[in-house]
């Protein structure tokens, strides 16, 4: 199974094209992030997030979706 999170690009910092990156917030934490899998990814945009690599674009109201469902769960335990 594998795990991964919804982020927002806050940055995109220039490079190479399989070095592409940006800062991505993860509800408050930000990570330096690898976005060569998503070249079509702007500032603004949620991406999904696996070991440091963003593999694809989410619509904001899926993001949110999950963000609810991560806080629900953590005042559960």
């Not at 408050?28 to 702007?42: D, T």
């Amino acid at each position: 199974m594998c795990l991964a999170i919804p982020g927002k690009i806050e940055e995109i910092l220039e490079g190479e094209e399989l070095s592409r990156a940006g800062t991505v917030s993860f509800g408050g934490i930000r990570k330096q992030i690898n976005l060569s899998f998503v070249p079509e990814a702007v500032v603004g945009d949620y991406v999904i997030v696996h070991v440091g690599i963003a593999i694809s674009r989410i619509d904001p109201r899926e993001a949110h979706r999950v963000f609810e469902l991560l806080e629900s769960s953590h005042e559960v335990s």
